[in-house]
Each structure stands twice: as structure tokens, then as C-alpha cells.
């Protein structure tokens, strides 16, 4: 199995759409993630989680997922929705897993 991308929109303190390639080269195959503290490391590692699971399997203690950023800006009646898509590849085949 080979991840190639994961893309959050409004999810948690990722607001909009965000969206990380991960390296495929199989001579330089390697993602690092970087950022400084409370900068949202760990909740991008949790959306995997999210994604894939829902929300019972993650470590959040604020069960709240749509970005509070993006709530805030909403108009009255205006409806969003926070979600996460993961793309990987298996023995030729691509799958999109998307919560």
C-alpha cells in the first residue's frame, strides 16, 4: 500500500481546503511533517484516524470536528462540512477513502 495524498477541509484547525502530497519516488519515499507546537501535527496525524474510523477511535477530548474558524464565519442558515480524503495505491489499483 502506497499513501499518496491526504486532504482536510475544515477539519478541526484546518481551515479550508489543505492538502499534503506524500512521496512516491521509490528512491525518496519519505514525508516528514513539520511545524512548530500546536500547530496542528497531531491533529493531522488524528485525521487519518478520523477518516478512517470516525470519531469513537480518535484522542480528541473537543469531539468537535468542523473547524471553529470556518463556524465562525458562516452566515446564518449557511451550511458547510468538514471532511478527509485519503488516496493510496494497492497492487495497481488507486482507492479514495473519504469521511
Not at 22 to 50: H, L
Not at 56 to 78: A, C, G, V
Amino acid at each position: 500500500m502506497l499513501l499518496k495524498r491526504i486532504t482536510l477541509t475544515d477539519f478541526r484547525n484546518f481551515k479550508g481546503v489543505q492538502t499534503v502530497e506524500f512521496a512516491v519516488d521509490p528512491n525518496k519515499n519519505v514525508t516528514v511533517v513539520m511545524g512548530e507546537n500546536a500547530s496542528g501535527k497531531t491533529t493531522f496525524a488524528q485525521a487519518f484516524t478520523w477518516c478512517l474510523y470516525g470519531t469513537k477511535r480518535t484522542d480528541f477530548s473537543d469531539k468537535l470536528i468542523m473547524s471553529k474558524s470556518t463556524l465562525q464565519s458562516m452566515k446564518p442558515n449557511e451550511t458547510k462540512k468538514a471532511s478527509v480524503e485519503i488516496v493510496l495505491t494497492h497492487k495497481d489499483t488507486t482507492y479514495v477513502i473519504s469521511r
